[in-house]
């Protein structure tokens, strides 16, 4: 296995950034954002995240708001994107992208932006050194560190990082670059699993005030038409905050305007928080209730999903807890559905 | 990579109005659009938006699309300003389609309420051109007024066909009209089918269909033999888009026809 010192590691981002657009980890008050390296000024060293950043991947290869069609037809197809280098993602960041890869990728129905960014972006993933009081990967079956999806993967030791290439990507650029590597001290391989199952604990030990044991997809559809919901989303306001922060949620707006001689079709953003979500021509709207809404939520993630997709589009990120106003935390609110613990009023710790 | 978002241009050829709020747009697409009964498409106003129908032309015309749309909101009113020679745009076909190999063999009850024969005809025009296919046809439809009733021209060449019976009802009376009166369900009593063996598909308001459905079950068919058309917002028609499930079944890709079994038992799923 190979090591990169941090210098080193800034130096391969600034050669990245010669050919390719380079978001790095950067601070935005006290969070961590990502945003585009500046190829004109690059930094001395490469910011680290200890665990995810504050804001989901899904921003970069599916933005909030993008153009998809546009008519009448443009005669040539769109550009290529740019190649684009992502530092800074972590496990968790990376099953979440396997979740939208089922959905955008893996099967019939292709959504070309995804393909094209998914393809065009080299991925340098790293090991969570730390987690948020919001982590909770190891809750849903997950570890503080990539196992797949990325081209090279750091591991902070001693000064530098391990680095381990995921994909034949990864391997070339490693290869191109010997340069800058050299080789891991001996024993590092065994420092770095002593150290990933140290932070691993850490995050169960985090989390053994929320005990499940049932299987989510259970203890969530076993409450269909239960008042449960209206006790759990007491406190939400349907700001959609933990839409926009979660890095699986998805539902998408099709919003079509004039635009020149021509009109374009828009991609936006949409919560299944907002009363109008589900809204019909003639007015007829499914899920009217908050408490509908807030069921359909947890239903898509731990019963609807896993059945159209296979797995749980909940990653264990902790965004959602981090962003909710009325301080709602999934752990809590699986724990309480496994539990079917109903409150006779609103918990007194929400001021 | 094809772009699955970006719509096909169709030239309407003809506008024919049905009932003051309903109109039948012919349309002839850019290339032919192959379909199956029940499947549906986007048509799709350039800068206004997408809604979806489902033909109600036979499938075995795909360069030739028939879509039957009443005006209920943006979408729909910007449609019904459509002259013959615009251009729209249309996106799919979508979702899985009648059923219509159970079919085969088997008595058909078809169920419409208002605009909700629409794609039923689709359906009717398959098995017509089937001989003999489905063992029955026996068409029940419903409309609030006599001036609301779709498709009034066809329903004596309908009922001329060998193993066809063609029955519509009205709301309530009204002057001049001398046939049922009464909601769709009342056409469901006494059928002369054998519920155990027949198959029923029903569209319409989602109301109607839940009292169809009960009814149905209420007289002997097995709620697997019952199909619905659900009503609900269908956009991206992948299944991705977040907002026409039922349950974990996306209407858009796995619907919009399910069985009454499919539905009876998921929360919120007839309203």
Known sequence: ?351 | MGNDFEPLPARVEEVVVETPTIRTFVLRPAAPVPFRAGQFLQLYVPGVGEAPFTPSSSPSEPERLEITVLRAGRVTAALHALRAGEEIGVRGPFGRGYPLARLEGREVVVVGGGVGLAPLRSLLHALFERPGFARRVSIKYGARAPGELCFRRQYADWAARPGVDFTATIDRPAEGWTGRVGLVTTLLDGMDVDPRTACALSCGPEVMLRFVARKLVDVGFPAESVFLSMNRNMSCGMGICGRCNVGSVFLCRDGPDLSYAEVRHVPYALG
Request: net charge positive.
């Open chain 1, 1 to 351: 296995m190979k090591r990169i010192a941090a210098p080193a590691l800034a130096r391969l981002a600034a050669e990245l950034a010669r050919t390719h657009d380079v978001f790095v980890p950067l601070a935005a008050g006290d969070r961590l954002v990502l945003g585009r390296l500046d190829p004109a000024a690059p930094p001395a060293a490469i910011p680290w995240n200890p665990w995810r950043l504050s804001e989901p991947l899904k921003s970069i290869w599916f933005p909030p708001g993008r153009v998809l069609a546009r008519w009448p037809r443009p005669a040539a197809p769109p550009a290529p994107p740019r190649p684009r280098a992502l530092f800074g993602a972590k496990g968790c960041d990376l099953r979440a992208v396997s979740c939208l890869d089922r959905v955008l990728r893996d099967h019939e129905f292709r959504d070309p932006g995804w393909c094209a960014a998914r393809e065009s972006t080299l991925v340098v993933a790293g090991d969570c050194t730390g987690a948020a009081d919001s982590c909770f990967c190891t809750m849903m079956g997950d570890l503080p560190h990539p196992r797949d999806l990325f081209d090279l993967c750091l591991s902070p030791l001693e000064g530098g990082f391990l680095v381990e290439a995921g994909t034949e990507r990864g391997e070339r650029l490693l290869a191109g670059h010997g340069d800058l590597l050299e080789e891991a001290p001996p024993g590092a391989a065994e420092r770095r699993a002593e150290a990933r199952e140290a932070l691993a604990a850490r995050v169960r030990k985090g989390n053994e005030r929320f005990p499940v044991r049932d299987p989510f997809e259970k203890s969530v559809a076993k409450h269909e038409g239960t008042a449960i919901w209206g006790a759990l989303a007491a406190t939400c306001v349907e700001c959609n905050a933990c839409n926009i922060a979660c890095p699986t949620c998805h539902c998408f707006l099709l919003h079509d305007l004039p635009a020149g001689e021509g009109a374009a079709r828009l991609r936006l953003w949409d919560s299944c928080f907002h009363a109008g979500h589900a809204r019909m021509a003639g007015g007829l709207t499914p899920r009217l209730q908050l408490t509908e809404r807030f069921r359909n939520h947890y239903h898509h993630k731990f019963v609807s999903f896993p059945r159209n997709w296979g797995v749980t589009a909940c990653t264990g990120c902790g965004r959602c807890v981090e962003a909710c106003m009325g301080r709602i935390d999934k752990r809590e609110c699986l724990h309480r559905l496994e539990t079917r613990w109903i409150p006779s009023e609103v918990p007194a710790e929400v001021d």
